[in-house]
C-alpha cells in the first residue's frame, strides 16, 4: 500500500515561485519513477515533470522547461516541484505520481503512473 499527500499549494501573483511537495509512504522503495501532473478545469491531465529515484534523472514538459525544477529526498521519501516565474495558465491541481513499472524511461503519459495523491491547488493571478 502507498500513499501520497501533496503541500504547497497557494494563491500566487504571476512572477512568484511556489514550491509544491509530495510526501509518500508505505511501500515505496520498489518504485524508480516519479512524477508531477496538473490539472486546470476542463482539461485533461497533463505530465509536467518527473525524476528516478537512483540518479536522479529529470524530464520537463515543454511548457514549464527553464521555470519549474524537480528533485527528490530519498531519505524523506519526498519529491518537490520548485515553481519559478509563475503564470496564469500554471493554474491547476497538481497532483504527485508514482510509476510501478517504469524503470529508466520517465513516461509522460499518466495511464502508466499507479500511484495518485489528492492533490493541491495552484492559482496564479495577474
Known amino acids: 500500500q502507498v500513499q501520497l499527500v501533496e503541500s504547497g499549494g497557494g494563491l500566487v501573483q504571476a512572477g512568484g515561485s511556489l514550491r509544491v511537495s509530495c510526501a509518500a509512504s508505505?511501500?515505496?522503495?520498489?518504485?524508480?519513477?516519479m512524477g508531477w501532473f496538473r490539472q486546470a478545469p476542463g482539461k485533461e491531465r497533463e505530465f509536467v515533470a518527473g525524476?528516478?529515484?537512483?540518479?536522479?534523472?529529470?524530464r520537463y514538459a515543454d511548457s514549464v522547461k527553464g521555470r519549474f525544477t524537480i528533485s527528490r529526498d530519498n531519505a524523506k521519501n519526498t519529491v518537490y516541484l520548485q515553481m519559478n516565474s509563475l503564470k496564469p495558465e500554471d493554474t491547476a491541481v497538481y497532483y504527485c505520481?508514482?510509476?510501478?513499472?517504469?524503470?529508466?524511461?520517465?513516461?509522460?503519459?499518466?495511464?502508466?503512473?499507479?500511484?495518485w495523491g489528492q492533490g493541491t491547488q495552484v492559482t496564479v493571478s495577474s
Open positions: 505520481a508514482l510509476d510501478r513499472t517504469g524503470n529508466y524511461v520517465i513516461n509522460s503519459n499518466p495511464g502508466a503512473y499507479d500511484y
Open positions: 525524476i528516478t529515484r537512483d540518479i536522479g534523472s529529470t
Open positions: 508505505g511501500r515505496t522503495f520498489s518504485f524508480n519513477i
